[in-house]
C-alpha cells in the first residue's frame, strides 16, 4: 500500500511560476512511477507528465518546454515545476503512483493508470 499527498498549489498571474511536490510514503515508494494528472472543470482527466524511478520522463504536448518533472529518491519526492503558466492551466493537480514494472510513464500519462491517487492541489493561473 502506497499514499501520495500532494502540496503547492495555489493562484498565480499568467506568466509566473508554481512547484508542485508529491510525496510518497511506504516502504517500496522507490519502485514506482509517479505521475502528475489534472482535472479542468468540465474536462476530462488528463496526465501531464509522468516520470519512472530512472528518470524517464514524458510529458504530454501542452505542456513540453513549460513543465518539468523531477524526482529525489532520498525523500520519496517528486516534484513539478511550472514556468510560464497559462490560464488553460488552471485545474486541480491531482499525483499518483504506480508500480514501475507494470507501466512504462507515457502509458502511465495517457491511460491515466495510477494505482495510488493524492486528494488533490488546485492550480488557479488568472489575472
Known amino acids: 500500500q502506497l499514499q501520495v499527498v500532494e502540496s503547492g498549489g495555489g493562484k498565480v498571474q499568467p506568466g509566473e511560476s508554481l512547484r508542485l511536490s508529491c510525496t510518497a510514503s511506504?516502504?517500496?515508494?522507490?519502485?514506482?512511477?509517479i505521475g502528475w494528472f489534472r482535472q479542468a472543470p468540465g474536462k476530462e482527466r488528463e496526465g501531464v507528465s509522468c516520470i519512472s524511478p530512472h528518470n524517464t520522463t514524458y510529458y504530454t504536448n501542452s505542456v513540453k518546454g513549460r513543465f518539468t518533472i523531477s524526482r529525489d529518491n532520498a525523500k520519496n519526492t517528486v516534484y513539478l515545476q511550472m514556468d510560464s503558466l497559462k490560464p488553460e492551466d488552471t485545474a486541480v493537480y491531482y499525483c499518483?503512483?504506480?508500480?514501475?514494472?507494470?507501466?512504462?510513464?507515457?502509458?502511465?500519462?495517457?491511460?491515466?493508470?495510477?494505482?495510488?491517487w493524492g486528494q488533490g492541489t488546485q492550480v488557479t493561473v488568472s489575472s
Open positions: 511506504g516502504s517500496t515508494a522507490d519502485s514506482h512511477s
Open positions: 499518483a503512483a504506480r508500480l514501475a514494472m507494470m507501466v512504462t510513464p507515457e502509458n502511465m500519462c495517457i491511460r491515466l493508470l495510477g494505482r495510488y
